[in-house]
């Protein structure tokens, strides 16, 4: 009884933690089960197994339309087997898929895991040259491509086809005369399964997906996820409490893992209903929640605030959604939303398509994305270690090695690698998989995956996100990757040399992208032809915002560009005597940025 009241007053949290971490022991354990018996069971089979048990239950809605668990099954059976007989693709093969959010997505995702391939999910805002570069990575010979993107590949096509890559539309006849059709030969194809031995994986370290993440350097990456890393993912909703009764909500885009992963993987786990959004939209969102009962619903931090932003009306709590799934929430938004919209419990999930390690903030605290305590030590094995901002690297102690932050210190999140939390890595590079791991961090031959972002880690065991080191930063819930953004910027004739970082701006979530350039000599800026470039080749939300024009480039002491000081002075054009320029849309063109401009973005009133 006194040992009782000591633990619940001394952790407070005792219980819920013991409750949580037991839930997902259990499911650990059965993966473990699994993994011995010798056909292991993938997502897929769970989405199967569930059409048989529930075929009549809404699986997606999308656009008004429901879509049952046996529809997605048939359809996916009829897409296996064009795959099959007029695709010509194998088991073993690796194709990538380029579609916008829409039930077909899960249609050819599941229709191509039914014969055995592996599934590049490509972002549909990469441009040409990043395309390109993704097959290379994951060895992708066949392209599955949304009847609305056909047109968008007009540039690439080309070298697809010259690179013997089969393009497969989603679409029927009269498209473009040498993109093949998938929809057309439906209708003849068998809607019965194809044979179960295509997808049974070998193990559940093989891969199944590949999806892109703007890593710390350069191009796209292809993270491998394995099938034992979807299962995991799959249990998310379920972790957080969510039943088969829930129905989710995804307006996030299917090729990251969030919404494939944990979203469409979560709900077939459960065998609950989910509505599916082509994209998210603030003013719709209420109106869908309360239009189709929805519970659940996965977000990043922008799409909190811009429902925030939305006019208020007196409907604004009448709605059943108790829980939301996702990251990126920052505290100011989130008090004002559950303020705002009733006490919906926002479970925070932090952890990368690739990294070894999630946090879940199982206990819904306010401002933090998880939370660390005894038991949670033990399986996973990571450390804050101190960071110089200014130098951008990990201070070490005189023997080498990295420190260890006190606890409330901000710190440099570094996780274990190990059997029990492998690094699977990405494909086609050993060098990018390489420049992820810290090697010899706290002694001689240990490994450490580096997630590049800045924690800290209360007397509680709260962990909360502070900022993101070096070469990526977020806008606009992507990753931006800095390398990829100069490269882009350094073709440019009259720039000689870039240094692109991320500045922050008032009412926004992560950074906006900002350009110190310097210009070659005798030539002047360009605002229209840089701004026909920057279009031109790179997705919106990489894009810099922002330019300054400086005429010599500070270096750190180990010769990399110092960004520290660029980053803190920000794009206030009074505190420099830089010339600075602004990304202007309707004038097409980087526009100088005035103080009047300035005070417009802090006040709100720019989009941007
Ligand atoms: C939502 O719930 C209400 C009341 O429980 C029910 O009448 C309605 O049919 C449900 N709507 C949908 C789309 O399931």
């Not at 949290?13 to 997902?24: E, H, N, Q, S």
């Not at 093969?93 to 997505?105: A, H, K, S």
């Not at 390398?483 to 008032?506: A, K, M, S």
């Not at 660029?566 to 005035?594: K, R």
Request: proline residues 3%; glycine residues 10%; hydrophobic residues 40%.
């Amino acid at each position: 009884m006194l040992s009782q009241l000591l633990l619940t007053l001394c952790f407070p949290y005792f219980w819920r933690d013991l409750l949580f971490l037991l839930k997902v022991l259990r499911y650990g354990a059965r993966l473990e089960l699994t993994k011995l018996t010798r056909s292991a069971r993938t997502v897929l089979d769970r989405f199967v197994q569930q059409a048989r048990r529930i075929p009549d239950k809404p699986f997606v809605v999308y656009e008004g339309r429901v879509h049952t668990y046996r529809d997605v099954e048939l359809r996916s059976n009829r897409l296996a087997n064009v795959f099959l007989d007029s695709v010509k693709l194998r088991k073993g093969d690796c194709v990538g898929l380029l579609m916008n959010n829409e039930p077909d997505f899960l249609c050819a995702w599941f229709g191509l895991a039914k014969v055995g391939c592996s599934v590049a999910f490509l972002n549909t805002n990469i441009r040409s040259k990043s395309l390109l570069h993704c097959f290379d990575c994951c060895g992708a010979k066949t392209l599955v491509v949304g009847s609305d993107l056909v047109e968008g590949l007009d540039g690439v096509l080309d070298v697809l086809l010259e690179d013997n890559i089969q393009v497969w539309a989603m679409g029927g006849p009269g498209g473009h005369p040498r993109v093949h059709t998938l929809l057309d030969k439906l209708d003849a194809a068998s809607d019965q399964p194809v044979a179960a031995a295509l997808r049974a994986a070998a193990s559940l370290k093989s891969p199944t997906l590949y999806i892109f993440t703007s890593g710390t350097t350069g191009l796209p990456k292809a993270a491998v996820i394995t099938h034992l890393q979807s299962l995991k993912a799959a249990a998310g909703f379920w972790a957080f409490g969510a039943t088969e009764d829930d129905v989710m909500y995804i307006p996030l885009p299917l090729y990251h893992s969030a919404a494939s992963l944990i979203g469409i993987g979560g709900t077939i786990e459960l065998g609950a209903s989910c509505v599916l959004k082509k994209k998210f939209s603030a003013s719709q969102f209420w109106t869908d929640c309360r239009k189709h009962n929805v519970t659940v619903f996965q977000y990043i931090g922008e799409l909190c605030r811009y429902l925030c932003n939305q006019p208020k009306t007196a409907g604004d709590q009448v709605h059943k959604v108790r829980m939301g799934v996702g990251n990126g929430l920052r505290q100011d938004v989130w008090r004002e939303f559950q303020s705002r919209f009733g006490n919906i419990k926002m479970c925070e999930v932090y952890g990368s398509t690739e990294g070894n390690l999630c946090f879940m903030n199982h206990i819904g605290k306010i401002g933090t994305v998880g939370r660390s305590n005894f038991f949670y030590r033990l399986l996973f094995k990571y450390d804050l270690v101190k960071y110089d901002m200014v130098k951008d690297e990990a201070v070490k102690d005189p023997n080498g090695f990295c420190q260890r932050v006190e606890k409330g210190e901000t710190g440099l999140l570094l996780s274990k690698v190990s059997a029990l939390s492998p690094f699977f890595g990405y494909a086609g590079s050993k060098q990018l998989t390489e420049k992820k791991l810290m090697r010899n961090v706290f002694g001689k031959g240990d490994a450490y995956f580096n997630t590049g972002d800045l924690m800290a880690e209360d007397r509680d065991g709260f962990i909360c996100f502070k900022d993101r080191v070096g070469d990526t930063f977020r806008w606009k819930g992507e990753n931006v990757a800095t390398t990829e953004v100069t490269e882009t910027l350094g073709l440019v004739d009259f720039i000689q040399e870039v240094n692109v970082y991320g500045v922050e701006v008032q009412g926004h979530e992560g950074r906006a992208g900002m350009a110190a350039v310097i210009l070659r000599a005798g030539m002047a800026f360009d605002g229209g032809k840089l701004f026909e470039h920057v279009t031109r080749d790179m997705p919106p939300y990489a894009r810099p915002l922002f330019i300054r024009l400086q005429d010599v480039m500070e270096m750190t002491s180990t010769f990399k560009q110092q960004k520290f000081q660029l980053v803190h002075s920000g794009f206030n054009p009074s505190t420099t005597s830089d010339p600075l320029y602004v990304l202007d849309y309707q004038q097409q063109s980087y526009i100088p940025l005035t103080d009047g401009i300035y005070r417009s973005i802090q006040a709100g009133e720019r989009k941007l």
